[in-house]
């Protein structure tokens, strides 16, 4: 059996012409679902702060809108670099949202997971911004 250092670098090395963006649309949406409804059903009976579960459910929202933007933006870009950036933002600013919520006050990952959420949402901008340079110049931008 290989190490998990090896499987890494073996996945890093995957070509992005290679993403099947339909499949990461996919489960990055049923991720946003099924985060989602935890939310708004099991989170709710272990947490009690609104405000956390006001940024449970904005996370939720926005993983799955950023879901759909991954396969429209293959789909109509046919490249790679805005469900790339798409990609990389959810899992950055809701992934981070997501651990700031379940996570104790004095847990150390906060100090990591609390930049992680501008970044995060730095790289979905990005994303946007991808589309729409990628539209103007009728380049692909891969």
């Not at 990055?28 to 985060?35: E, I, K, Q, S, T």
């Not at 919520?101 to 990005?126: E, Q, S, Y």
Request: hydrophobic content about 45%; some cysteine; charged content about 15%.
């Amino acid at each position: 059996s290989s190490s998990l250092g090896t499987r890494l670098a073996s996945i890093s090395k995957i070509p992005l012409d290679a993403m099947d963006w339909e499949s990461v649309s996919g489960l990055l949406g049923a991720l946003g679902v099924a985060f989602g409804a935890f939310g708004a059903h099991g989170l709710k009976k272990r947490i009690k702060d609104t405000a956390l579960l006001e940024s449970w459910d904005t996370a939720a929202r926005y993983q799955i809108m950023h879901a759909i933007m991954v396969a429209v933006s293959a789909s109509v870009r046919k490249g790679n670099l805005a469900p790339s950036l798409f990609s990389i933002g959810c899992l950055g600013f809701s992934g981070s949202i997501y651990g700031l919520v379940l996570l104790p006050k004095t847990n150390g990952l906060r100090k990591v997971l609390g930049p992680m959420t501008p970044v995060g949402g730095l790289f979905l901008i990005a994303g946007w911004v991808a589309m729409a340079m990628g539209s103007r110049s009728g380049k692909q931008d891969r």
